[in-house]
Nanobody
Framework: QVQLVESGGGLVQPGGSLRLSCTTS????????MGWYRQAPEKQRELVAT???????SYADSVKGRFTICRNNAWDTVYLQMNSLKPEDTAVYYC??????WGQGIQVTVSS
């Protein structure tokens, strides 16, 4: 079983930045696809961004140009750099692997 551990969430003002990290218990090099999802209160979980083993990325339209996903194979870690944050980005963010493992989730709150 693969364990995914998120870190880096918290409270930030609108327009601010945060970087989320997801560290895996398995060599990330062997994982085909890693992704970040989020779930806001009373809403369904939605896909935010993905990155393939080869480095191909994709983003939800709502975060394009503001969020960047990358992976560091040496550190078995996937990052989500979030810039120009908006109140509507407030959610619990989850790391996900293509073997269908999930992290425990981490809160991101964007508020003044």
């Amino acid at each position: 079983q693969v364990q995914l551990v998120e870190s880096g969430g918290g409270l930030v003002q609108p327009g601010g930045s945060l970087r989320l990290s997801c560290t895996t218990s398995q060599s990330i090099f062997d994982i085909y696809l890693m992704g970040w999802y989020r779930q806001a209160p009373e809403k369904q979980r939605e896909l935010v961004a993905t990155i393939s083993k080869g480095g191909t990325t994709s983003y939800a339209d709502s975060v394009k140009g503001r969020f960047t996903i990358c992976r560091n194979n040496a550190w078995d870690t996937v990052y989500l750099q979030m810039n120009s944050l908006k109140p509507e980005d407030t959610a619990v963010y989850y790391c996900h692997s293509s073997q269908n493992y999930w992290g425990q989730g981490i809160q991101v709150t964007v508020s003044s």
